[in-house]
Each structure stands twice: as C-alpha cells, then as structure tokens.
Antibody, heavy 121, light 107 residues
Framework: EVQLVESGGGLVQPGGSLRLSCAAS????????MTWVRQAPGKGLEWVAD????????HYVDSVKGRFTISRDNAKNSVYLQMNSLRGEDTAVYYC??????????????WGQGTLVTVSS | DIQMTQSPSTLSASVGDRVTITCRAS??????LTWFQQKPGQAPKLLIY???RLQSGVPSRFSGSRSGTEFTLTISSLQPDDFATYYC?????????FGQGTKVEVK
C-alpha cells in the first residue's frame, strides 16, 4: 500500500523558515516525480513545486521562487520543502503527492494527509 | 500562466441528478487535464486523468470529455457520497494550475 506522510508543519513568524518532510512507503520511490501542493484555509488548490526522480529537474510556482527549495533523498524515500522568508500568504495545508514515473510528471492518486503551516506573529 | 476557468462555482443538485462541471483553459493544453474531488478535511482524490481516462476504483458514473480547450466532468446520477468540491488541473505547462473549484451542494 502506498503511503505518503508529511511532517514539519507548525506556527512560524513572518520572515521565518520551516522545513517540511514527506516520507513515502509502498513504492519504489526513486522511480517517481514528487510534488507539493498547498491549500490556504477555505481556498482552492495551488501547485507549489515538483522534482524529478534524480533531482535533476525542479519546477516552482512564481510566488515561491527564490524562497522555497524542493529536494529529495532517495535513500530515505523522502521529499522535502525548505521554506524561507515565509509570508502570511504562505499559510496553508501543504500536501505532498506522488507524480509520474516517466520523463514527464502528473499528479497521481496518491497524496499525503497534509501538514498545516501557519505564518503569523 | 495557463488560466483554468471553472463553472459554476456552486451547483445545487439532488440525488439522481445529472451534473456537469465545465473547465476552460486559456490556451491549448491538449488532453493534459485531471479532475479531483475533495471533501472537507481530506486530501484531493483523483477521478479523471488525461481528460477522459477514469482512475482505477472510481465509479463509472463519473466521466470526462474534451472539446478543444473546454473540458467537462459529468456525474451521470449524483449519489450522496458525491457532494463535495471538484477541481480541474492542467499539467501541460508549468506552472501547473487548478481551476477555482466547484462546490456541489444539496438542493
């Protein structure tokens, strides 16, 4: 059974940093793109970033470029989202999701339960 | 960025109704579109990928279609478990973008 478990969310002050983790099990992790999607309270879904199987390719939504960094450790079956210079508008539930297994990616049916990030003083 | 315009924003319907949700892309995305269902407090659930392919385990009352840049999600006979919010999402171009969502509520 595929499982994705996020951790690392919490309350942080504006300008602060947080590192989210997502641990995967039940899959050959190195074979898949991984994606982060967020959802602000009461709002819709927003794609944040994704990373290729070997980490050689990464993409970001404009609003987080230069502030967020996606990375992965295939030996630990984990993907990370380092979030710096956090703003109030980054407050959201952050989901990790399994991507595609080929040269291009997509959002699969496997998502974590989400971790809440609250940016507030 | 590709804009995904979903309509309606809210839809009131009854069990047994045929429901149609539309998503229009601001430019061609071929068939690289997915539909998700989300219930409060839960992660999104994948229903349809590549515009019309039914995800494994999803009931056959759900279907997707494409006409140019207009995409449609149809629920042939609405069931109690289907009251939720639905999102379309394009993955032809980065940044991937979602529609704003359609809430299907009880009439």
């Amino acid at each position: 059974e595929v499982q994705l478990v996020e951790s690392g969310g919490g309350l942080v002050q504006p300008g602060g940093s947080l590192r989210l983790s997502c641990a995967a099990s039940g899959i050959t992790f190195v074979g898949y793109w991984m994606t982060w999607v967020r959802q602000a309270p009461g709002k819709g879904l927003e794609w944040v970033a994704d990373i290729k199987q070997d980490g050689s390719e990464k993409h970001y939504v404009d609003s987080v470029k230069g502030r967020f960094t996606i990375s992965r450790d295939n030996a630990k079956n984990s993907v990370y989202l380092q979030m710096n210079s956090l703003r109030g508008e980054d407050t959201a539930v952050y989901y990790c999701a399994l991507g595609g297994s080929g040269s291009g990616s997509y959002l699969s049916g496997y998502w974590g339960q989400g971790t809440l990030v609250t940016v507030s003083s | 960025d590709i804009q995904m315009t979903q309509s309606p924003s809210t839809l009131s319907a009854s069990v047994g109704d045929r429901v149609t949700i539309t998503c229009r892309a601001s430019q061609s995305i071929s068939y690289w579109l997915t539909w998700f269902q989300q219930k409060p407090g839960q992660a999104p659930k994948l229903l349809i990928y590549e515009a019309s392919r039914l995800q494994s385990g999803v009931p056959s009352r759900f279907s997707g279609s494409r006409s140019g840049t207009e995409f449609t999600l149809t629920i042939s006979s609405l069931q109690p478990d289907d009251f939720a919010t639905y999102y379309c999402q394009q993955y032809n171009f980065y940044p991937w973008t979602f529609g704003q969502g359609t809430k299907v509520e009880v009439k």
